[in-house]
């Protein structure tokens, strides 16, 4: 763990530097797959940058409801600047709902603004994983196993470290496909999705600070099902929409919204 680094008087939060670099290098990459793809980058940067602040207020939102625990009896905290109380799924949820809405109304392409953020998307959940890691949030559960680690006084998953991977993995994977052009505009987005749903859910099991409902189940886990579920039928769609005859590959995100 290095939560702080301080320099001479001043005293820096790890985790929250990380994020930072993590959502330039991501955007970093979205904008040169965007205009790879003949793209505009700079309407890409702006829908970024209107989606990550929603994103960021909706991670913490989420977090809140899903941990209310945390903020008993100092409900101020709620607007601490500290990254680690934040729920990446929601985060997710509400940013790319966000953008969404943004996009519609400048009449941006649907599939392809997608799968111009996935790559930023992808280098800033990878990021979020080293940022659990440096704060020592998001800490697995106790084991006996010969790779646990010594954290909080237990020996204990690795599960930031099983979260890094995790993230890369599920970005290695969808560009692979998408370096083999298989399958129409979207699918770079939607395969990213999935994978990361599924890491969500793969990853609930090895966690040792999981909100536990009734019965066992973890909020977080049956988020990614919900998740997961939508992006399996929207691939389903998408797939019968290019295989229609008279379907625009490009039509936009206003034209498949009812007024």
């Given at each position: 763990?290095?939560?702080?680094?301080?320099?001479?008087?001043?005293?820096?939060?790890?985790?929250?530097?990380?994020?930072?670099?993590?959502?330039?290098?991501?955007?970093?990459?979205?904008?040169?797959?965007?205009?790879?793809?003949?793209?505009?980058?700079?309407?890409?940067?702006?829908?970024?940058?209107?989606?990550?602040?929603?994103?960021?207020?909706?991670?913490?939102?989420?977090y809140v409801a899903l941990q209310p625990?945390?903020?008993?009896?100092?409900?101020?905290?709620?607007?601490?600047?500290?990254?680690?109380?934040?729920?990446?799924?929601?985060?997710?949820?509400?940013?790319?709902?966000?953008?969404?809405?943004?996009?519609?109304?400048?009449?941006?392409?649907?599939?392809?603004?997608?799968?111009?953020?996935?790559?930023?998307?992808?280098?800033?959940?990878?990021?979020?994983?080293?940022?659990?890691?440096?704060?020592?949030?998001?800490?697995?559960?106790?084991?006996?196993?010969?790779?646990?680690?010594?954290?909080?006084?237990?020996?204990?998953?690795?599960?930031?470290?099983?979260?890094?991977?995790?993230?890369?993995?599920?970005?290695?994977?969808?560009?692979?496909?998408?370096?083999?052009?298989?399958?129409?505009?979207?699918?770079?987005?939607?395969?990213?999705?999935?994978?990361?749903?599924?890491t969500r859910i793969f990853l609930e099991?090895?966690?040792?600070?999981?909100?536990?409902?009734?019965?066992?189940?973890?909020?977080?886990?049956?988020?990614?099902?919900?998740?997961?579920?939508?992006?399996?039928?929207?691939?389903g769609k998408r797939w019968q929409e290019?295989?229609?005859?008279?379907?625009?590959?490009?039509?936009?995100?206003?034209?498949?919204?009812?007024?």
């Amino acid at each position: 763990m290095l939560p702080i680094i301080q320099i001479g008087p001043v005293v820096l939060q790890t985790p929250f530097l990380i994020l930072i670099m993590g959502v330039w290098l991501g955007l970093t990459a979205s904008e040169r797959y965007a205009r790879r793809q003949a793209y505009d980058a700079n309407r890409l940067s702006d829908l970024v940058l209107i989606g990550l602040v929603a994103g960021l207020l909706g991670a913490r939102l989420s977090y809140v409801a899903l941990q209310p625990a945390a903020f008993d009896g100092n409900l101020l905290s709620i607007l601490s600047p500290t990254p680690t109380m934040l729920d990446p799924l929601g985060g997710m949820v509400v940013g790319i709902l966000t953008a969404v809405i943004y996009a519609q109304r400048k009449k941006l392409p649907l599939w392809q603004t997608l799968d111009a953020l996935t790559p930023g998307l992808a280098v800033f959940f990878i990021a979020l994983g080293i940022a659990h890691l440096a704060s020592g949030e998001a800490f697995g559960a106790k084991t006996n196993l010969p790779w646990g680690i010594n954290l909080w006084g237990e020996t204990r998953h690795p599960a930031q470290i099983y979260e890094i991977l995790g993230a890369t993995a599920s970005l290695v994977v969808v560009y692979r496909l998408h370096a083999a052009k298989h399958g129409p505009a979207g699918v770079f987005f939607l395969g990213w999705a999935a994978l990361t749903a599924f890491t969500r859910i793969f990853l609930e099991a090895f966690r040792g600070d999981s909100l536990m409902w009734p019965g066992g189940l973890r909020p977080a886990q049956v988020g990614a099902w919900l998740v997961l579920a939508i992006v399996l039928i929207l691939l389903g769609k998408r797939w019968q929409e290019v295989q229609t005859p008279g379907t625009p590959e490009t039509a936009s995100i206003d034209s498949r919204v009812e007024p």
